[in-house]
T-cell receptor, first 121, second 113 residues
Framework: GAGVSQSPSNKVTEKGKDVELRCDPI?????LYWYRQSLGQGLEFLIY????????KSGLPSDRFSAERTGGSVSTLTIQRTQQEDSAVYLC???????????????????FGAGTRLSVL | AQSVAQPEDQVNVAEGNPLTVKCTYS??????LFWYVQYPNRGLQFLLK??????LVKGSYGFEAEFNKSQTSFHLKKPSALVSDSALYFC???????????FGQGTTLQVKP
C-alpha cells in the first residue's frame, strides 16, 4: 500500500478481554515499530522488529503485551486481560533498514500509521 | 538515561511571525535527531532529521532545525508561521541508530491569524 495501514481505527473493549491490533507496513520496509501514545505517558516505544532478527521488546510494559510479525510483513500487537490503563492510541511505524535505504532521503525515517484508539471500559 | 525534553507545552505565535519550538536531548553516542508533526486524529508525519553534516537542516513545509552539539539542542524553526502550522510537534532521538525513537512530550503550536 501507499502508507502504513492500521486496523481497527477504534476499538472499545471491556476490562479483562483480549484485543488484537493489526499493522500493515509499507511494502519493502523490513523494520516495524509499535509505539503507544497516552495522555499521561506521551509517546512510548513498545517493540521493534528488524527482518529476521530477534525483536527488541524492551518497551513492552508487562507480560500481557506481545507482538508478532508473520512473514516479515504484517504485525499483530496483542494485549491480554486488558486494563483501563491500557487505553491509549497505539501507533505503528515502518522504515527501510539503514543499510539498505534506497536513498539518503529515506534513510532512518519512520513512517507512521494513523493509529488504533483503544478504549478499555 | 537517554531522554528528550521539550520544555514548552504550548507555543503561541501570530501568523507571519517567526516561530521556535525547543528541544534538548541527552543520549550517549552520536544522536540521530528528528522532528515529527501530528495533526488531530492523524499519525505522525516526518518533518526533518539530523544524522550528520551541516548543523542547519531544512525540512518539509518551510521548517528547519539547528543541531547544537555543545548545548545538546535541536530547536525547530520557521521564519514565517502559518495558521495551518498549528499542530502538535514532537522531537525524537534514535540513540546511535538503534532503531527505536525516544520522543519528547510534545509541544502544541498555536498560530493565530
Amino acid at each position: 500500500g501507499a502508507g502504513v495501514s492500521q486496523s481497527p481505527s477504534n476499538k472499545v473493549t471491556e476490562k479483562g478481554k483480549d484485543v488484537e491490533l493489526r499493522c500493515d507496513p509499507i511494502s519493502g520496509h523490513t523494520a516495524l515499530y509499535w509505539y503507544r501514545q497516552s495522555l499521561g505517558q506521551g509517546l512510548e516505544f513498545l517493540i521493534y522488529f528488524q527482518g529476521n532478527s530477534a525483536p527488541d521488546k524492551s518497551g513492552l510494559p508487562s507480560d500481557r503485551f506481545s507482538a508478532e510479525r508473520t512473514g516479515g510483513s504484517v504485525s499483530t500487537l496483542t494485549i491480554q486481560r486488558t486494563q483501563q490503563e491500557d487505553s491509549a492510541v497505539y501507533l505503528c511505524a515502518s522504515s527501510y533498514p539503514a543499510a539498505s535505504s534506497p536513498s539518503s532521503l529515506a534513510k532512518n525515517i519512520q513512517y507512521f500509521g494513523a493509529g488504533t484508539r483503544l478504549s478499555v471500559l | 538515561a537517554q531522554s528528550v525534553a521539550q520544555p514548552e507545552d504550548q507555543v503561541n505565535v501570530a501568523e507571519g511571525n517567526p516561530l521556535t519550538v525547543k528541544c534538548t536531548y541527552s543520549v550517549s553516542g552520536n544522536p540521530y535527531l528528528f522532528w515529527y508533526v501530528q495533526y488531530p486524529n492523524r499519525g505522525l508525519q516526518f518533518l526533518l532529521k539530523y544524522i550528520t553534516g551541516d548543523n542547519l537542516v531544512k525540512g518539509s513545509y518551510g521548517f528547519e532545525a539547528e543541531f547544537n552539539k555543545s548545548q545538546t539542542s535541536f530547536h525547530l524553526k520557521k521564519p514565517s508561521a502559518l495558521v495551518s502550522d498549528s499542530a502538535l510537534y514532537f522531537c525524537a532521538v534514535s540513540p546511535s541508530n538503534t532503531g527505536k525513537l525516544i520522543f519528547g512530550q510534545g509541544t502544541t503550536l498555536q498560530v493565530k491569524p
